[in-house]
Structure formats: structure tokens, C-alpha cells
């Protein structure tokens, strides 16, 4: 089945550690993004990517970076600069088809916690 | 600035009991809106996408509708399955970048009683 594989489900960071969230497609989907999610806010855009070796920051790309190295894969590295990474990230895919972008498909996300 | 607001933020509803939850938007070149539905713990489940005013699309219990300002999500007859988190997203005019950005709103919280 095609989808979206985000690992792992559960992560957890120490202080002053650098943690990467791994995101895998098989829908042949050109477009790439990494969303957090807290209680009682709606999805925020981290970093989007639309072609392989070219991303841009969201509106939130503060302590993340990312890499697109392939088109099935946008993993996620969460820096200790970012001093609240406690939340529950998913990455999405869409298709891109000239003037509608086509809906974005979710992971099942992970969640990230600091011990 | 793009904003996407849904209402009520939480419903609880009798199995059987028809009811609708609003998404009201204000976006420069509305592109598409779209439905998802959110489980705890698992990422969003895209539902409808619509695209221009008068717009209806329906699947089972649930038929979403468009208007200049917001779009509805009617739920008839709800089983407690449908029991879920549904949230709202608009898709605006491209940016300078060229891509069209996607704001969600913060949903609804759906829960049906048997």
C-alpha cells in the first residue's frame, strides 16, 4: 500500500542533543512538509520541500533543519537550539498539478518528548 | 494575514443526532479548502477537498459544503465511530516561492455517544 512511514512513533531528546525524525513516501509525490502540532493550535509549517534538493522554511523553522536528498525522503533534525521541541510532528506529501496543489497526505506522526 | 477559524471546539452528540461544524475563513485567492478527520495519536485523514462557492461533496455520513466565507461539514445520523477531530485547511495564492500555503485550523473535537 502506498503512504507515508514516519519512525519513530515515540522519541525522546536530553538537553543539548540533536534528534532526526525519519519521513519515507511511496506515492511518487513530489511536495514534502513538516507540520507541529500542540494542544489547542492548529498545524504549523516547519520546512516545505517541492523538488529534490530544494526545501524552504515555514513559518516556524527556528532550531529544525532538513535534507532532500531523495524524492521518497525528508527527515527532520530537531537542534538543541530549539528550546520547546516538546510536541507531535507529521510530515505530509501532496502531488503538485499547475495552479491546485493537490491535498496533502499525513503520516501517523511522532512524538517527541524531553526527558 | 490568512486565518482559519472552526467552531464549536468540542461537540458531543447522541448517536443519531445530526449536527454541522463550521469553518469560517478570510484568505487572500482562496485555491481550495479542505477536510480532514484527526484520530488521537495518528496524523490527519484527508476527507473533501473544495474548491469554489456552492461546492457540496459528500462520503457516507458526512457532506461538506462551501460558501464565500466558510464551508460546513453536516454529519447525519453520527455513529460513535465517527467520533474524531476534524480540522479545516485553506490553500491560498501562491507565494513567492511558489508554493500555495496551507493554514489549518485548530478543530473540532468530535465525540458520539452510543
Known amino acids: 500500500d502506498g503512504g507515508i512511514t514516519q519512525s519513530p512513533k515515540y522519541l525522546f531528546r536530553k538537553e543539548g542533543q540533536n534528534v532526526t525524525l525519519s519521513c519515507e513516501q511511496n506515492l511518487n509525490h513530489d511536495a514534502m512538509y513538516w507540520y507541529r502540532q500542540d494542544p489547542g493550535q492548529g498545524l504549523r509549517l516547519i520546512y516545505y520541500s517541492q523538488i529534490v534538493n530544494d526545501f524552504q522554511k515555514g513559518d516556524i523553522a527556528e532550531g529544525y533543519s532538513v535534507s532532500r536528498e531523495k524524492k521518497e525522503s525528508f527527515p527532520l533534525t530537531v537542534t538543541s537550539a530549539q528550546k520547546n521541541p516538546t510536541a507531535f510532528y507529521l510530515c505530509a506529501s501532496s502531488t503538485i498539478q499547475g495552479a491546485r496543489n493537490q491535498p496533502q497526505h499525513f503520516g501517523d506522526g511522532t512524538r517527541l518528548s524531553i526527558l | 494575514e490568512d486565518q482559519v477559524t472552526q467552531s464549536p471546539e468540542a461537540l458531543r452528540l447522541q448517536e443519531g443526532e445530526s449536527s454541522s461544524l463550521n469553518c469560517s475563513y478570510t484568505?487572500?485567492?482562496?485555491?481550495?479548502l479542505f477536510w480532514y478527520r484527526q484520530d488521537p495519536g495518528k496524523g490527519p485523514e484527508f476527507l473533501f477537498t473544495?474548491?469554489?462557492a456552492g461546492e457540496e461533496k459528500e462520503k457516507e455520513r458526512l457532506k461538506a459544503t462551501l460558501t464565500k466565507k466558510e464551508s460546513f461539514l453536516h454529519i447525519t445520523a453520527p455513529k460513535p465511530e465517527d467520533s474524531a477531530t476534524y480540522l479545516c485547511a485553506v490553500q491560498a495564492l501562491l507565494d513567492s516561492g511558489g508554493y500555495q500555503k496551507v493554514t489549518f485550523g485548530t478543530g473540532t473535537k468530535l465525540q458520539v455517544i452510543p
Open positions: 473544495l474548491y469554489s
Open positions: 484568505v487572500s485567492g482562496l485555491r481550495g
